[in-house]
């Protein structure tokens, strides 16, 4: 029984090792240190300023930054990495195999950023202000993987890292500009459930974060589904 789980344990680890390098080009230390980089960067912005006054909100904003960094080269570039590899011709080579091959890497990137924003989390409840730390990464997890999962289903349509990268800065943006008008809304991509607006009742706001949070559910599965049938199309990618 150990000997067993001690093999499936081992090839678990050796399948997200081979996946994070597939994922991130060899480049994956990078990007972590990219995102660690960008979190610390944020943090000492923030609390240099004289009117600082950080809470659980203020965090959701500091994590989410590098929650978007690291998620973003892997569902971007994805599709023309397999590409420029001639990977693409081997997954179309074999039936339904593309699919579970992208489901997995996707789990893989999902489960990496997750971890990630635990361990920052944990850092920053213990450094600068308490809050519950898998409520945090919970709540993060909704905006950090809608945008994973609409960023490829994009790169299925427009089948260009770059081309893919414009869209989703471009609809980043968007949301970024109107969120301030979508604050209290439960359309908007970066609600943030730990800012409590002051003439909104708690019930009322709870329903709004219940409803976004369900949305963005939505639109996490229907562009994951979208973009498995957008690989479908063999001859538009070979």
């Known amino acids: 029984m150990m000997l067993k789980i001690k093999n499936m344990t081992s090839f678990v680890c050796k399948t997200v090792r081979y996946n994070l390098k597939i994922i991130f080009a060899n480049k994956f230390i990078y990007f972590l240190i990219a995102a660690v980089a960008l979190f610390l960067l944020v943090v000492i912005i923030s609390l240099f300023d004289a009117g600082s006054n950080p809470s659980e909100a203020t965090v959701y904003a500091w994590l ?27 997954l ?18 999902y489960a990496v950023v997750f971890a990630f924003l635990l361990i920052l989390a944990f850092l920053s409840a213990a450094a600068i202000v308490p809050f519950n730390v898998f409520e945090m990464v919970f709540q993060l997890m909704f905006p950090v993987f809608l945008l994973g999962s609409l960023a490829f289903m994009l790169s299925t349509v427009v089948k260009s890292g770059y081309g893919t ?58 562009s994951v589904l979208t973009g498995l049938l957008n690989l479908q199309r063999r001859e538009k990618f070979i």
């Open 64 to 90: 989410l930054l590098p929650g978007i960094l690291l998620v973003f080269y892997p569902t971007v570039f994805g599709i023309q990495n397999d590409a420029d590899s001639r990977m693409l011709e081997i």
């Open 92 to 109: 179309f080579g074999i039936p339904d195999y593309r699919y579970k091959v992208w489901l997995v890497r996707l789990a893989v990137i």
């Open 165 to 222: 990268a414009v869209f989703m800065v471009v609809i980043a943006i968007a949301f970024w500009v109107l969120s301030d008008a979508l604050s209290e809304s439960r359309w908007n991509l970066f609600l943030n459930p730990f800012r409590f607006p002051e003439n909104v009742s708690d019930l009322v706001w709870q329903t709004v974060v219940f409803n976004n949070r369900v949305y963005q559910t939505v639109g996490i599965i229907l």
